[in-house]
Structures are given as structure tokens and as C-alpha cells.
């Protein structure tokens, strides 16, 4: 690839130094990545371990943050976990003695939450600290209290922890969210499947990745049926078994990639693989509307370069909506559209911060409560811009792509949290991209 000079400029003082990713646009990209495993789905896999004592092989694990997190959440309540390679975990929960998710853990990362549903399967209890992770907004767990006292549990609150407990046992009912919310739903099955009786949870969440955990669990012994429907039905079991699954791949990072392919792909277009496009079906439908040439190909999709984007109007919505998890990748494409767009945010109330750094770099957008205006302009110029969380702050690096000049995100942590090699595979695919350490001038 082409070598990327380093931006000059910066005058290196003692002190605190911080990551940030720096993009030098311009640069075609072309070649083959290889998704990683599925963040949403490994999060709640390895939670999940904790209903089937000994030994659970995960295979196709993103090597991430988040991963790590969820790694010491279940080490501090006993189990033991062996990397037997960069993305294959050997978990054994057999001697697991507790049911506590304490808050410097839970508070790095809000998917934390998704042991209280199998700590409450096997152990009856379960005591988790409230929730941290990114700023998204109010995200409540009312939904997944509510559930789960319809199935015996008892709720506790204080010193900022969830005391959870079922001094009768689990016993089925019928469910009914107010929302299909992914979290709720995936704690109520993994909870459900210890319960006495069977347990029907109405307007389930249809998310790709509960299907991957639904799939584990019967591995495992379950008997659950309807997973990726609006009704899921639960036969609660005695007991499951380890087993050894794989990760399915990651829908969204899929998605990131083909943004960044639609920007700057070269002739040959950019390869994507290791996902089922199945699980991007609404965000793929909208690309094609906006005019980006995508080819299926086995495991994978072939993304060209789009020289002139139509406008279009998104929503965000529950699967198989278009997940909120994309709607800053598509705003950058719609910034740059040939017309006006409107995105409509139905889900995070907060995730529009990364509109006024898009902004910093040239974008028109102007937001109205859950509504975003985006007048489409020629360009972007590279700036200085800040990752307001996970996806925003990959879709700035992928925004630097095709911006004039550099363009430095900082806060990367967010990155970290999702993207597995993100700086790696984009250099892969020729980015002039790097991720350099500089002075944290406000900490001088």
C-alpha cells in the first residue's frame, strides 16, 4: 500500500499522551475484509455459559473491549476462561460461587446486565450493579424488571445495586414488551429456560443475534422455539449441557464496511465477507435506493463506488428495521447526497451527537428533537473531531476517507469498544489511516 506520511504539526510535551485515529482522505480502498464475530451476539453467549456448568468453547469472538469486560464480569464470579486463540474462549463456569455483577464492571459496559437472566436460571439470585456503558440516552431496564417478576422474581434496590431473587423458583407465563427490546429479551430467555413450565414472551425482539443465542441454548438443551418472530416460546429443562458454537458474524461492522467501500472503492470494488447479508437486509435495501451497486457473493457482498448519492429518508427501528446501530454510517452517505434527507431516530434519544461533528467537517444538518435534516454538500474537509460513542465515532474515521485533508477522531475508546483491528483492516484495504499517540492538550 502507500505509504501515509504523518501529519506534521504536533510538538510532543511531557504529560499524558492519548489514541487517536488519524485519516488522510483521498485514497481509494480495494480488497477483501473479513468481518468479525458479532459484539451483540459474544456478549450475550458468553453470558449464557453461566446456564450449562463445565466447559462452553466460543468460537469467532471479536477481540474487543467489550469482550474483555464481560471476560472479568464472569472470572470475578468464578469461572475460569482460557484464550485458546485470538478469537476462540474456553469458558469453565462449573465453579462459579456468585451472583454478583459489581459496578466498576458493570458501569464500563452496560451488556453487563445480561447475566442477571441466567445467575437467576441457575442460581435463583443474582445482584447487578446499575448500568453504565455508552451515552445513548435513558437506557432503562424497567422492561427486564417487569418480565421477570412475571416469571416469580423479586426486586431490591439499594446502595445503586439490583437484588434480584426467586424464593419460589422460575415458573413460565406469558410475557408481553412494551417494547421489543433486545436486553429484556434475551435476559427472559436465558431466565426462561430454567423456569418450571413454559413462558411466552410477546413482541420479542427479532434481532439477528437472538437468534444466535437461541440457537446456543438449544445446543444446549433448551427447548425454545420462534426466536427471530414476535413470539418466542420457552419449555423450561432440568438442566443444559456445555457445547462448543460459533459466533455469527457481525451485522453492523459488515455495514460500516460497506459504507466505506461505497465511498472509496476502487475499480474493483471492495470485498466484504464472513456475515450473512440476510441480516442486513433493510440497510442493503437503502443503499440500493440511494444508488450504491452491492453484489452478493458467497458469505459476503461486493460493494462498489457510488460517485452520486440519491437522498433518502431512514428511520431507525427494531429488527428488521434500520438499526439505529447504522444511522450514523448512513448519515454521512446522505450528507454528501445530491438532495435532502430526514433521518428519524426512534430509539436512542442522544445518538445525534455525532451530527455536530459531522458538521465540523462540512456536513449541512440541522436536528429537530428526533429528526435530523441533511442538506447534501460537494465534500468534506478533514478536521479535528471527537467519537461521541461507538458507531458515531467509527463513522467519522470512515467519513475521513473521503474528506480533504486529515481528519483526526479522538476519543477512540468508543472504537475500541465494537472494532475488532478497525485501524488494521481499513490499511488493509489501502486507507492512508493510523492510529498515533498525541499530547492530551487539555491536560496540560
Known sequence: ?????????????????????????????????????????????????????????????????????????????????DVLDEHTLRIDTSSVDSWEAPYELVAKMRASTAVMGPLLGRFGRAKIAMPGGCNLGARKIDMHILGLGALGVEFDTDHGYIHATAPDGLVGTSVTLEFASVGATENLIMASVRAEGITVIDNAAREPEIVDLANMLNEMGAHITGAGTPVVTIEGVEELHPVTHRVVGDRIEAGTFIVAGALMAGPSGVEVVGFNPQHLGMVIKKFETMGIRIDRIEDGVRVHRCDSFAPVDIQTLPFPGFPTDMQAQVMVLSALADGNSIITENIFENRFMFASELVRMGADIRVEGHHAMIHGVDGFSGAQVTSPDLRGGAALAVAGLIADGYTEVSAIHHIDRGYERFVEKLRALGACVERVSVPDLIDD
Open 1 to 81: 500500500m502507500t505509504s501515509c506520511p504523518g501529519r506534521p504539526g504536533h510538538v510532543f510535551l511531557k504529560g499524558k499522551l492519548l489514541d487517536i485515529i488519524r485519516v488522510e482522505g483521498g485514497h481509494a480502498i480495494e480488497g477483501r475484509v473479513v468481518i468479525s464475530g458479532a459484539k451483540n451476539s459474544a456478549l450475550k453467549l458468553m453470558a449464557a455459559t453461566l446456564l450449562a456448568p463445565g466447559v462452553t468453547t466460543l468460537e469467532n469472538v471479536p477481540n474487543i473491549s467489550d469482550v474483555h469486560v464481560m471476560g472479568k464480569v464472569l472470572k470475578r464470579m468464578g469461572a475460569t476462561i
